[in-house]
T-cell receptor, first 113, second 110 residues
């Protein structure tokens, strides 16, 4: 089955710890994205990558880091510098072209204890 | 600042009625527009995209685009309780990331 997988589904972190959220896609999509969603809010872009070994900051990149060493993988690290990390994290990918349909993974719910 | 605006709702419609969801965007350079449905606790799923002025129909869903007015809408015919969800509108210009609205919560009453 083609698609986007995220793991884990739920993640609990103690304050001061770094955690890494996994995102893998087998759709052969070039571009990948990380969003954060807070209750009752829309999606806010954290980082995105349009090609391997390159990525750009989104609107709320502070306290986060990413890497894009392989086309199919785009992990997100939530660092201890992120003051309010509790949120629903969504990974997405896009193939290209005018329609540029963007598909989402199932998400990771991060809770800081 | 590129913005996409949606009424947060909730929009309540009776079962079988037409639900009309609206969205405006600020960037005149936006070329393609997307509607996503998001159930509570789940990730968004793509319903439709549109990039030409006019209407685009897919089953019970119709997307409408008016670039002169910078306005996009989604009509859901014969609304069902299972359509109750939050609907996200998004716009893109060129190869830049999608800009999302905050979503409209739709409630279909049986």
């Amino acid at each position: 089955d083609g698609g986007i997988t995220q793991s884990p589904k739920y993640l609990f972190r103690k304050e001061g710890q770094n955690v890494t959220l996994s995102c893998e896609q087998n759709l052969n999509h070039d571009a990948m994205y990380w969003y954060r969603q807070d209750p009752g809010q829309g999606l806010r872009l954290i980082y995105y990558s349009q090609i391997v070994n390159d990525f750009q900051k989104g609107d709320i990149a502070e306290g986060y880091s990413v890497s894009r060493e392989k086309k199919e993988s785009f992990p997100l690290t939530v660092t201890s510098a992120q003051k309010n990390p509790t949120a629903f994290y969504l990974c997405a990918s896009t193939w290209g072209g005018l329609s540029n349909e963007q598909f989402f993974g199932p998400g990771t719910r991060l809770t800081v204890l | 600042q590129k913005e996409v605006e949606q009424n947060s709702g909730p929009l309540s419609v009776p079962e079988g009625a037409i639900a009309s969801l609206n969205c405006t965007y600020s960037d005149r350079g936006s070329q393609s527009f997307f509607w996503y449905r998001q159930y509570s606790g789940k990730s968004p799923e793509l319903i439709m995209f549109i990039y030409s002025n006019g209407d685009k129909e897919d089953g019970r869903f119709t997307a409408q685009l008016n670039k002169a007015s910078q306005y996009v809408s989604l009509l859901i015919r014969d609304s069902q309780p299972s359509d109750s969800a939050t609907y996200l509108c998004a716009a893109r210009s060129g190869n830049t990331p999608l800009v999302f609205g905050k979503g409209t919560r739709l409630s279909v009453i049986a």
